[in-house]
Structure formats: C-alpha cells, structure tokens
C-alpha cells in the first residue's frame, strides 16, 4: 500500500480550515491545504469579526468560551492589520421584558465566570449617548471582541508553511475519495486523514452534509468617529440569528478603525447567490434608526454579501464523518465561524492524535444527524 503524502489535506483555507491546519501542524502532523480560491476569499472575508460567548446552550457555550480563550492567547501574536480589539459588546433592552432576560443572561454568565455588567437606562445612555431616549438597560460583555478574520487566517496559513505544511491555492477540489482528494485535472492528493472545512461547498464534498447557506449582507457608512463605542446588539438578535425557520433582520452596529460603521444583520436562509438586494440593505439601516435614529442621515459608501454554512440544530458538525472513510467535518458554523475557528482547530486536532480536549467533542460530533438521514427527514427545515 502506498504511504499518503500527508497526514491529514484540508479542503478549504478559510478562518475554519487555516484553524485546523494550524492545530495539526503544531500537533507534529504533517498537513497540506487545499483551495480553490483564495484563502479566506468566502465567509471568512463577510463577516462582523465579532468574538464573543454564547449563552443559548450549553454545547454552544462551551465552544464558544473555549475559543474566546484560544483567542485571547494568540491576539499578542497578532499583526497590527488583524485589528484585534476588546471594544466589548452592549446588548440592547428595548422594554423591562428584554431586560429581564438579560439579567437572566446576566447570572448565568456570572455563575460560569464570564465577566458582564446589566447597564439601567441611564447606564446605557452613558455608554452610549446616541442610542434613542427610553431604552431599558443593556447587559455589558466588556472581553467580547472583533478582529479581521482575513488576515488571521493569512497568518495560520504562513505558519503552516513556515512548520513544513504546503499550501495549494487556485485548484479546484473534485472529489474526496478515501485518503485521497481529487483535483481538477485528475491529480490525487493522498493523506490519511481528510478534512472537509469546505464552508457552504461541504455537501458537494461531502453528500449528506445537512449544511445550507444562509445568506447575510453587511452595509458601511460614511465616517462618523466616536457615533457608536461598542458593538451593539438588540437582545432579540440571538432569538432570530437561530430561527432556520424565516428570514430575519436585526439591529447590529460597530464601530471600524477609521470611523466606518458597520452595519447588519440579516439572514435569508436557502439563498446562494452573492448579490447585494437594495431592499434588504434598506431594512438594516431602518432597523438601525429604530435604536439609533441618526443614522437617517447618514450615507452607505460600501455593501458586502456572504454566505454563512448553516447546519439542521445551531451546532457545528466538527468530527469524522462516518459515511466516508477518512473524512473529518469541520463546518456549519453559521454565524459564529469566527468565534468558534480556533475551537474547531483544537477539537480536530485533538481527536486526531489522541489527545483529551478540554471540552467534550461529543455534542458537535457529525454522526449525530445520521438518524435523521437515514429515516428519510431532514435536519434542516424548508426554506
């Protein structure tokens, strides 16, 4: 039998797929990455860079958490153009109900040991004055931070390069077939280990994958420095950022070196195509004036328009993938790709050379949608 060129070929350079190459290669493994494009050129370059703990389940916490400290670690080794910054996220109370919930929120985090602040009316108008008079309060996660994913992922890549790793960018990747992937043009990659960090591509790798795109537009304002000091959620975002069930649009700010702000957040279900929809753009700056009402006069100089891998249950699908010899999954991380990258490297990492992970794998195994699959229904309700 013929020795694989490698011990383990990622298909996919982006924040997800850079991650778990990194961690194989600083695990002693020796690790090609394959792409078609360019590395970080899809999801990973139409984001809001937010890094933050999730609080809705407790899989999602512990991958969340776990990561928000992998990253911390690393943004001392960041370059200056990763714009890592802790600015701290304000989630928005619009009515006493909303702040109720966010107090709940608030002990929660607080019995976990995450650091967060309930903010009264006139607490939140303190932080942040050009939010609209009557608000209730806001609850405060002063470590949550953003970075520019894009040139992270640049940096894990160079150092996968630099620990003996290739990477192959501008070949399209045909098929995986067991410890092999296939190029365009016939040529065979053999590895013994495969992982499929292909984003919302993964199911025409993988068939089967439960993951579907999840379409979301980002729109940037003309400058206006010191406007907004912290991202700023309203606290309905989680409920609607997770319901696969309808198209939704939530209020979502931040502010951008240079005084740009950036503005979302909607999500279209289904939808594959990359183009910007004028009318969806608009909802996002109206839902903007709701909480923030100066932005009705403000400009959009630029839009973007990415494509989140959504899995069937709100959890990505990180592990082997019993259907196919040799494939690990690394995808359907939806909205929390960039949080929950250096997570997933780890996991991946871990499973492979046999080392105990901090956090259980188990919840985020892919051979949990399996049942489903096999009887005929679908972890992913209709668009």
């Known amino acids: 039998m013929t020795t694989p060129q490698f011990d383990v070929a990622v298909v996919g350079a982006?924040?997800?797929?850079?991650?778990?190459?990194?961690?194989?290669?600083?695990?002693?493994?020796?690790?090609?990455?394959?792409?078609?494009?360019?590395?970080?050129?899809?999801?990973?370059?139409?984001?809001?860079?937010?890094?933050?703990?999730?609080?809705?389940?407790?899989?999602?916490?512990?991958?969340?958490?776990?990561?928000?400290?992998?990253?911390?670690e690393l943004s001392a080794e960041l370059p200056a153009a990763a714009e890592f910054e802790r600015m701290g996220t304000i989630w928005v109370a619009a009515d006493e109900e909303e702040l109720r919930a966010l107090e709940r929120?608030?002990?929660?985090?607080?019995?976990?040991?995450?650091?967060?602040?309930?903010?009264?009316?006139?607490?939140?108008?303190?932080?942040e004055p050009n939010l609209r008079p009557g608000l209730t309060g806001g609850l405060w996660m002063r470590e949550d931070a953003v970075v520019t994913a894009t040139v992270v992922t640049r940096?894990?890549?160079?150092?996968?390069?630099?620990?003996?790793?290739?990477?192959?960018?501008g070949r399209r990747v045909e098929a995986l077939q067991r410890s092999s992937v296939r190029l365009a043009g016939g040529e065979l990659v053999t590895a013994a280990h495969l992982i499929n960090a292909g984003g919302v591509a993964a199911p025409a790798l993988s068939p089967g994958v439960p993951v579907r795109p999840r379409k979301g537009h980002l729109a940037y304002t003309e400058p206006h420095p010191g406007f907004v000091r912290h991202q700023l959620i309203e606290t309905g975002y989680v409920?609607?950022?997770?319901?696969?069930?309808?198209?939704?649009?939530?209020?979502?700010?931040?502010?951008?070196?240079?005084?740009?702000?950036?503005?979302?957040?909607?999500?279209?279900?289904?939808?594959?195509?990359?183009?910007?929809?004028?009318?969806?753009?608009?909802?996002?700056?109206d839902r903007a004036?709701?909480?923030?009402?100066?932005?009705?006069?403000?400009?959009?100089?630029?839009?973007?328009?990415?494509?989140?891998?959504?899995?069937?249950?709100g959890l990505p699908l990180i592990g082997p993938w019993p259907p196919q010899e040799s494939?690990?999954?690394?995808?359907?991380?939806?909205?929390?790709?960039?949080?929950m990258a250096l997570a997933t490297g780890?996991?991946?990492?871990?499973?492979?050379?046999g080392r105990n992970s901090e956090i259980p794998i188990d919840p985020y195994l892919p051979k949990r949608v399996l049942s489903d699959l096999d009887s005929g229904s679908t972890p992913n309700p209709p668009a």
């Open 346 to 353: 780890r996991l991946i990492a871990d499973h492979l050379v």
């Open 327 to 339: 494939v690990y999954l690394a995808a359907g991380h939806e909205g929390l790709g960039i949080t």
């Open 239 to 285: 409920r609607r950022a997770h319901d696969l069930s309808t198209d939704s649009v939530s209020f979502s700010v931040q502010p951008r070196p240079g005084g740009e702000i950036r503005v979302g957040s909607s999500r279209q279900l289904g939808i594959a195509d990359r183009s910007v929809d004028p009318s969806v753009v608009q909802a996002m700056i």
């Open 155 to 169: 940096m894990l890549l160079e150092r996968v390069g630099s620990a003996g790793g290739q990477i192959r960018t």
């Open 14 to 72: 982006g924040i997800i797929g850079a991650s778990c190459a990194w961690e194989c290669s600083r695990a002693g493994l020796r690790v090609v990455v394959l792409e078609g494009g360019e590395p970080g050129g899809w999801a990973t370059s139409v984001n809001s860079g937010h890094i933050l703990v999730e609080d809705d389940s407790e899989p999602r916490f512990l991958l969340t958490r776990l990561s928000v400290r992998l990253w911390n």
């Open 289 to 313: 004036v709701e909480y923030m009402p100066g932005f009705r006069q403000f400009s959009v100089r630029r839009t973007a328009v990415g494509l989140r891998p959504a899995s069937g249950d």
């Open 105 to 127: 929120r608030h002990h929660f985090f607080s019995s976990r040991g995450v650091p967060s602040e309930v903010l009264d009316g006139e607490s939140l108008r303190r932080e």
